[in-house]
């Protein structure tokens, strides 16, 4: 069956057959511009072009088109708040005593004045002029290897997700220079500070699982047995403490899931990503004269110990090896100076410590060396953050039971590695450079990511993941 169609709506589609007596438009428009005089025809001409053009910039402007309403393009301000979700961090306000005091008594008891100057980062490395290039040299600072717990509180100030607002924390900072205070044997400040934090009501919601401190020191520092008169701390041997908080370190317990290791402040601090480039550059074009560097020297208590063993194979081979002798604590700021200039010169440097880390990791990374460790406790099990994920990839491994028999000889292994291998090594350690150095300003890079803030990412997830564990306080108190 079809539907009828009416007569009306034939005639519409015959129109111009049917409707003769309809002006024709054309002639109209004709016969109206026929009557405009030569000005007005133009003054219309204007206000039509004037019309076109309005309408063209409306809809092919961004800023104008409705299409930039859509609400799928969040606003700056928001993605900003986004960026910060899970990430606030509540910087505890703790009383002078337990942080700047200490800070101003290392110079009245240590007359080290000097050490916390130019914005906590130490005296100016003037010394290095005509040894790093000219024009980055203002970010070079001797600064001190034990710095950590300041330099992290002024960062932690400017964090850019620091809120003042403890209820809508992710995590607590705790600005206590608990280093400082082992450093001029002030125990009580410690046994001070474990009291008025076990007051603190957000520590009692969470029983501290949610906070984090940075000790700047080596873990070992603060595991003294109680009662121990010897130098250090039994800081964290208080289990019913600290056994929830997260804690930053130069050198971690590889027994503690929460502790952190985090790199050695270095003596480069840089103020953009240019500085960054520039040493880069620097050193993968640097000449080498040296196969590898040996940086201290033999301990007389410790016979046939690795450090004798190396020392000694470095003395017979003086043409392949660089020595720097530290023995008696005789690298302060002239021996580091010497340090750098031999790991510049060198593209293998030995990595064998006092303890399983070493602030000399770093500076030999910095100089573009290539490391050579004995323990994999030294970096792969420490800086596991901070380094590449493949150690074959940035350094030698080499078995300190292999070297102190003596059936290794340290040259005939390095010499054993090709100049395509040498320099692949070395762009890797040169690519991961940013993420050991701690940057000038307080606020950080603004692409880059240095040590800060791969340390804070570090800390964020070891609490995610502790808290999903359920190590957690009674969160209910509150």
Known sequence: MSLPVSDHRSTEL???????????????VKSFLSQLTPLHRAFLLVVILSQVILVLYVTRNPKLSPSSESPAQPSPEFQAVDKCDSRRIYVYDLPPMFNYELKN???????????YSNDDFGPAAKELAGIVPESILPAWYWTDVYSGDVLYHGRMLNYKCRTLEPESATAFYIPFYAGLAVEVEHHWRLE????SVQEDKWWKR????DHFIMLARTTWDFRRSRGDDGWGSSFLSVPEILEHVVHLSVERNMWDDLE????????FHPRSESDIVEWQSFVRSRQRNHLFTFLGGPREFIENGLRGVLQ???????????????????CGVDGTKAIMVAFLDSDFCLQEGDTFSKHAVVKCMLAGSIPVFFSPETAYWQYELFMPVDPESYSVFIH???VSNGSTDIKRVLGGYGREEVERMREKVIEYMPRFLYAKSSQGLEETRDA???????VLSKYKAHMERGRIGNWNEI
């Open 452 to 458: 800060f803030d791969i340390a804070i990412e570090g």
């Open 105 to 115: 008594n290392v110079c009245n008891q240590t007359n080290y004045c000097d050490r």
């Open 14 to 28: 015959e129109g111009p057959k049917e409707q003769p007596k309809s002006p024709n438009l054309k002639s109209t």
């Open 312 to 330: 000694k194979q470095c003395l017979d081979e003086p043409i392949a090896c660089r020595q720097v002798d530290c023995y008696g604590n005789n």
């Open 400 to 402: 300190h039971d292999d």
């Open 206 to 209: 969470s029983n501290g699982s």
């Open 260 to 267: 952190v290791a985090v790199p050695y402040p270095t003596v």
């Open 192 to 195: 001070m500070f474990i009291k």
